[in-house]
């Protein structure tokens, strides 16, 4: 689950306070700096909230976090800003671009712990009860024939059946076939040689992921799928667009999970 806070934020008083708060809650804080792969530093950590000093001029935050909110693999990560209480054209450009809640200065030190409280992209716990419940309960007959499709490499077809099963399911187990599903896509465009494709839907899969637990749910080998995946994705980037069609097909792996 997702329990790390992105902060851009340069200014010492406030970054003290951001992470002392955050650490009390049972969050790390990531800081973005100049030149870093803000977009990546999203997917990789499929944050709980970004926070962002809106009057800092050493960030180009406008762009990140403009970008962050058009790409479906962060987009709902949510946003809150502080900063200065005259500057409202700022404040205003922030909302603009997909900002939850932008707050004054003063303000924002002083309620920090509710807003984070407030804003921070987390399961409740009745949530998290019922997703316990259901990872113990078996799959379903649709994600299981999805789950076979795709160990026999159909991967289309997986991801039609399980968007089914996705689509069947109210309750927080549905990011488990959603996850799956966007996985198969992946593979779909790697033996289609679609580069692009193939790393857009591994940046998707992960905020499904993060929502689900480390190990194991109805039955899956989480972290086996997980590590697969990683290994894909990273042979698909070592050889680039020109020599995708170079990729060793052997290790787009099955999936393992249990028969009951």
């Not at 709980?48 to 935050?61: E, K, N, R, Y």
């Not at 399961?123 to 019922?130: C, Y």
């Not at 490499?153 to 990011?175: C, D, I, K, S």
């Not at 799928?225 to 099955?254: H, N, Q, S, W």
């Amino acid at each position: 689950m997702p329990d790390t806070i992105i902060g851009v934020v340069s200014d010492l008083f406030f970054t003290v306070r951001i992470e002392d708060v955050a650490r009390t809650l049972g969050y790390t804080v990531v800081w973005a700096r100049p030149g870093s792969p803000f977009a990546d530093l999203l997917v990789q950590h499929q944050p709980a909230l970004i926070i962002v000093d809106i009057g800092d001029q050493t960030l180009p935050w406008q762009g990140w976090i403009l970008r962050a909110k058009v790409d479906p693999a962060t987009r709902r990560i949510p946003v809150l800003g502080f900063g200065s209480h005259v500057d409202t054209a700022t404040r205003k450009r922030a909302l603009a671009i997909g900002f939850d809640e932008v707050l004054p200065r003063s303000r924002f030190v002083a309620d920090l712990p509710e807003l984070i409280a407030r804003h921070a992209r987390v399961m409740r716990p009745d949530e998290l009860a019922l997703l316990a419940r259901q990872c113990a309960e078996p799959l379903p007959p649709l994600a299981v024939q999805g789950l076979e499709q795709f160990n026999r490499g159909e991967y289309f077809e997986a991801h039609e059946t399980l968007e089914h099963a996705w689509q069947a399911e109210a309750g927080p187990v549905r990011n488990l076939y959603r996850a799956v599903l966007q996985i198969a896509v992946a593979y779909h465009h790697v033996t289609r040689r679609n580069y692009a494709g193939a790393l857009k839907m591994f940046r998707r899969s992960r905020q499904w992921f993060n929502r689900l637990p480390r190990a194991t749910c109805q039955g899956i080998d989480l972290a086996q799928l997980r590590a697969d995946a990683e290994r894909v994705e990273a042979a698909v980037r070592a050889l680039g667009p020109e020599r995708i069609g170079d990729i060793d097909l052997t290790l787009l792996k099955p999936v393992n999970y249990e028969r009951r």
